[in-house]
């Protein structure tokens, strides 16, 4: 555990940029505040691992299934033409995938998505909403 990582304390370094949904076998899943692509969340591992190669076999397999649960959950509840995932962390070096559902003929479709655009924010009540359709489909 890294006192410094919002992933690993979920403190208000967090509450800056995510909503914790659920945890899985192997991660946690965060709503991105930042809606401009409505579904947005970020899937981290529940340990503080920078790199994919720190896990295990069987944890690694079983962080993939997590992703891919999340992301089935994205498509049922928000049909997009597509998900694009991110996995960055060269300043936060916590292991997390970014899932990005993208809509044709929408905000950056067809280019590669900017990792806080500041465009879209939403009430409580709408990030409760996108929540609890990601939750009904996991």
């Known amino acids: 555990m890294d006192k410094n990582c919002a992933y ?15 945890e899985l076998s192997q991660s946690k899943v965060y ?15 529940k340990k503080h691992v920078s790199e994919i190669v720190d896990l295990t076999k069987e944890e690694r397999e079983e962080f993939i299934e997590d992703i891919a649960k999340v992301s089935n959950a994205i498509h ?9 995932y991110g ?8 292991l997390h995938f970014h899932l990005v559902p993208k809509y044709e ?14 465009r879209v924010t939403l009430s409580d009540s709408e990030y409760a909403e996108l929540i609890q359709k990601i939750k009904e489909n996991l």
């Open 76 to 84: 049922k509840a928000f049909a997009p033409k597509k998900v694009n």
């Open 8 to 22: 690993c304390m979920e403190n208000e370094l967090l509450d800056a940029f995510g909503i914790k949904i659920c």
């Open 105 to 118: 003929d929408e905000f950056e479709w067809g280019g590669v998505f900017a990792m806080n655009p500041q």
């Open 87 to 94: 996995a960055y962390g060269d300043t936060g070096c916590h």
């Open 31 to 45: 709503l991105f505040k930042e809606q401009s692509h409505k579904g947005r969340v970020i899937v981290a591992h």
